[in-house]
T-cell receptor, first 113, second 113 residues
Framework: DTGVSQDPRHKITKRGQNVTFRCDPISEHNRLYWYRQTLGQGPEFLTYFQNEAQLEKSRLLSDRFSAERPKGSFSTLEIQRTEQGDSAMYLC???????????FGQGTRLTVV | DQQVKQNSPSLSVQEGRISILNCDYTNSMFDYFLWYKKYPAEGPTFLISISSIKDKNEDGRFTVFLNKSAKHLSLHIVPSQPGDSAVYFCAARKDFGNEKLTFGTGTRLTIIP
């Protein structure tokens, strides 16, 4: 499978706990993006990396959120002290620098109870 | 501030007929537009795109039309097939180098056999 891979697919956590999601992009893709999608909405941009550099962060990404891409390959998105409003589908996507089309993974559905 | 709008939450079309999905945008800085298709429990899948220097792009059964003066684009699917039933998202990007995609809220297309 050469697509974007996300793990886990589903996560249920109690309010106040920390959670971490992983994304493995398509291997030759330099750019990696994180989006969040809530019910009835389109995906909303959170942040993106070019290789290991985090180049842009949305104001949606509060201080409780942190993303890393340490070696320019896989990325992690951590949410600290989760809140019920964090419940959403977290989508990862990747693309080549020379190509605008981003390819999405299947997402991680987070439920905060 | 919804910069990309899909005003029809749902659309039903008979199999074999043409499906037309519409999208409006407000930000004149957008210069590249994409359509994504999403099945339940999966991430969005890239369908077709168009640059602002063109007014039409065609790929098999899918054609995207762009009217820059009206800030409007549409996706035509002809002939429509049952497998086309999905949620369709319109997305837009600003000038090259700004890789963030802004998505609409989606239109659920149902193809009636």
């Amino acid at each position: 499978d050469t697509g974007v891979s996300q793990d886990p697919r589903h996560k249920i956590t109690k309010r106040g706990q920390n959670v971490t999601f992983r994304c493995d992009p398509i291997s030759e893709h330099n750019r990696l993006y994180w989006y969040r999608q809530t019910l009835g909405q389109g995906p909303e941009f959170l942040t993106y990396f070019q290789n290991e550099a985090q180049l842009e962060k949305s104001r949606l990404l509060s201080d409780r959120f942190s993303a890393e891409r340490p070696k320019g390959s896989f990325s992690t998105l951590e949410i600290q002290r989760t809140e019920q409003g964090d419940s959403a589908m977290y989508l990862c996507a990747s693309s080549r620098i020379t190509n605008t089309e981003a390819f999405f993974g299947q997402g991680t559905r987070l439920t905060v109870v | 501030d919804q910069q990309v709008k899909q005003n029809s939450p749902s659309l039903s079309v008979q199999e074999g007929r043409i499906s037309i999905l519409n999208c409006d945008y407000t930000n004149s800085m957008f210069d590249y537009f994409l359509w994504y298709k999403k099945y339940p429990a999966e991430g969005p899948t890239f369908l077709i795109s168009i640059s602002s220097i063109k007014d039409k792009n065609e790929d098999g059964r899918f054609t995207v039309f762009l009217n820059k003066s009206a800030k409007h684009l549409s996706l035509h699917i002809v002939p429509s097939q049952p497998g086309d039933s999905a949620v369709y998202f319109c997305a837009a990007r600003k000038d090259f180098g700004n890789e963030k995609l802004t998505f609409g809220t989606g239109t659920r297309l149902t193809i009636i056999p």
